[in-house]
């Protein structure tokens, strides 16, 4: 037995998410599709985050056992002959077999792109708020309460199966670059649609549409119909997973 770790790069655009689907096409089915051509046995894939429609990820992590050895730089130029474009292998490396992609993760780091100008080039991988200004500070300070443990329910998807609601946030952070603003988060884990939520109900305070303290205010209420509408799925990417 063999247990490969790969990192991949997707573009989310057009996928049901990371996650096989009755009902769409995924990123995991694609791969395990490739890789059951190549060693030619069912695969079974495990992800560090399962990423939901329309998220693309920059720096995803998989595992996979398989029942016979592969030279991982042959196997990784195979898998990346068979991928569709829109799935590319970083890198493929056989771990010991105690590791999973998601269980052994100690942080994963997530970004959000907002557009100030409209772009053709980057219309699938961010959201267009140029329509209105939005207060940097104002997005900072948002950012900066949520370090720290906190209960996120307020910012999870409602029936997401969860045992608690508590994540531990290391890092928050707005930066403005050129024609676009990006938040950056990293936290030992993430609720459902959480990154999304927290987006969108920080660009509405940020908007004016609702005063800063509103913030602190919907972290502690512990309600999903408190917080602000969920950011659309394209401007958010997984980055990186730490282990």
Known sequence: MQNIKLTIEYDGTGFAGWQVQANGRSIQEELEKAIGQIVQEEAKTAAAGRTDAGVHAKGQVVSVKLSRAV???????GLNALLPPQIVVLSAEQVDDGFHARHSA?????????????????RDHSWYVGGYRLDLEVL??????????????????????????RCSVEEANWTAEESCLIFRIRANRFLHGMVRALVGTMVEIGRGHRPLADFARILEAKDRTVAGM??????????????
């Open 140 to 165: 900072q300070e948002c950012a900066s309460m949520l370090l720290g443990e906190h209960d996120f329910e307020s910012f999870c998807k409602n029936n997401s199966g969860v045992d608690h609601f």
């Open 71 to 77: 030279d991982t730089p042959s196997f990784m130029k």
């Open 230 to 243: 969920a950011a659309p799925a394209k401007g958010l990417f997984l980055q990186e997973i730490v282990y």
């Open 106 to 122: 100690r942080a994963r780091i997530y970004q959000y792109i907002l557009a100030l100008k409209h772009t053709a080039i980057n």
